[in-house]
């Protein structure tokens, strides 16, 4: 966020940057999430939004942030397929609506992902990229962005920083195969991950007798029939951890950290602080990130960017891989903050997950649910359910944050929550 001047909030979840463009199916599911971005907003900023907000969703985000409606634009994109947001708002004729609403006013973009595509529009509609001086500057650093997501540059770059790292090999997908299973040899599982990829997408897990005999691994399309991929010993995680930090010029400056919530790789959900089983390692790892952060900001980066590790059954922690963007916790991160006025010590506890409902719900039910069962976040106590991301598109798969003065708080409102909600599972 901006001190001073106001911010064109980009939400191009359609991005190079984390995942090839080819896979616009899952880029597209993510986009969904793009309403979590209102949090964000303050008086005289832009909202450039691929997907539509409820008129409800938006009353309740001023609700709680106390924006004025009038004060914001909201610019809402038709779908252009799977291309980059500034492509879809220059077919879409937009161009000169958000150049007109940024105006001379010193704005900066705020990109979700700060890739090529981003720092172009920044320059066709004359406004910086935050948080980078010139437009040169945010360029000058779209290198290491770039190769810090993904795994392999993270790979190479963790070994040269010292963090210590499962083993593992990288290589070409023709040569996928043959690695895997040298690695069986002396591993009972490894974990297959495409270079450029996000939240799990693309990842196969393969034990010795998942791969018996002569025949092919069958791993996703994500990065073509030359692209890299790293086969790495799948160790036996306790925790997935994560450290979110911001780099510049001045410092590296740790924000929070804390467990993920996977499913076989894939992210499901966040909880902060670090656990007890886990907190030993917050040291190792904060150390890791400042390092990781010095590097990237030696090399021009700025902003936010988090570094993820696996926690193992014997507590040592090993560094998985960083994301050099604004992450799925970024975002709520900056809301829970907001909401709570930032200056609680000890920080409040927080999580973010996703239930499904057995009925499908509007956004006004939903909330009704959470006040009668006095589970909505309440600004007064500082705690309470909060609906992030607006209604989802089916009704029934809603994403979530807790709010509270403790994880075991955290953990009694989501239970209540799920019953209250009718999880399936719940």
């Known amino acids: 966020?901006?001190?001073?001047?106001?911010?064109?909030?980009?939400?191009?979840?359609?991005?190079?940057?984390?995942?090839?463009?080819?896979?616009?199916?899952?880029?597209?599911?993510?986009?969904?999430?793009?309403?979590?971005?209102?949090?964000?907003?303050?008086?005289?900023?832009?909202?450039?939004?691929?997907?539509?907000?409820?008129?409800?969703?938006?009353?309740?985000?001023?609700?709680?942030?106390?924006?004025?409606?009038?004060?914001?634009?909201?610019?809402?994109?038709?779908?252009?397929?799977?291309?980059?947001?500034?492509?879809?708002?220059?077919?879409?004729?937009?161009?000169?609506?958000?150049?007109?609403?940024?105006?001379?006013?010193?704005?900066?973009?705020?990109?979700?992902?700060?890739?090529?595509?981003a720092i172009a529009f920044a320059r066709e509609i004359g406004i910086t990229v935050h948080p980078y001086p010139t437009l040169e500057a945010a360029e000058d650093a779209l290198r290491m962005t770039m190769l810090l997501n993904t795994k392999t540059g993270f790979r190479e770059t963790a070994e040269q920083l010292g963090m210590r790292l499962p083993t593992g090999r990288t290589c070409r997908r023709p040569e996928v195969e043959g690695v895997v299973r040298a690695l069986l040899r002396d591993h009972e599982r490894v974990v297959v991950k495409p270079d450029r990829s996000a939240g799990g997408h693309g990842m196969r897990f393969v034990s010795r007798d998942g791969l018996k005999g002569e025949g092919s691994l069958l791993l996703d399309t994500v990065g073509g029939p030359e692209g890299l991929w790293v086969v790495e010993e799948c160790l036996d995680v306790v925790e997935s951890v994560s450290t979110q930090m911001e780099a510049a010029a001045h410092g590296v400056q740790a924000l929070f950290s804390g467990a993920m919530r996977t499913v076989e790789g894939s992210f499901t959900g966040y909880a902060s602080p670090l656990p007890p089983s886990c907190a030993h390692v917050a040291d190792e790892l904060a150390g890791w990130g400042t390092t990781l952060g010095r590097h990237l900001a030696d090399h021009g980066f700025a902003g936010p960017f988090g570094l993820d590790a696996l926690v193992d059954t014997a507590g040592l922690p090993y560094a998985s891989e960083s994301n050099v963007r604004r992450t799925a916790t970024t975002t709520p991160h900056a809301m829970v903050t907001r909401l709570t006025g930032g200056s609680a010590a000890p920080p409040p506890a927080w999580s973010i997950a996703r239930g499904r409902t057995r009925e499908p719900l509007d956004f006004e039910g939903a909330l009704a649910r959470l006040r009668a069962a006095h589970l909505a976040f309440d600004p007064g106590r500082g705690e309470g359910v909060v609906l992030y991301a607006d209604a989802p598109t089916d009704g029934r798969s809603w994403r979530y944050a807790v709010i509270a003065r403790s994880a075991g708080d955290v953990e009694e409102q989501e239970t209540a929550l799920a019953g209250v909600f009718g999880f399936e599972g719940g």
């Open 1 to 117: 966020m901006t001190d001073t001047g106001p911010i064109v909030v980009f939400a191009n979840f359609l991005s190079d940057l984390a995942v090839d463009l080819d896979e616009g199916q899952i880029l597209t599911q993510w986009a969904q999430q793009a309403p979590r971005k209102a949090w964000l907003l303050r008086p005289g900023d832009v909202f450039v939004t691929p997907v539509p907000l409820s008129r409800e969703f938006l009353g309740y985000v001023y609700g709680l942030t106390g924006v004025p409606p009038e004060s914001v634009a909201i610019v809402e994109v038709p779908p252009a397929g799977a291309v980059p947001l500034a492509r879809a708002v220059r077919e879409a004729g937009l161009v000169e609506q958000v150049r007109a609403l940024a105006g001379d006013r010193g704005a900066a973009l705020l990109p979700t992902a700060s890739d090529a595509s």
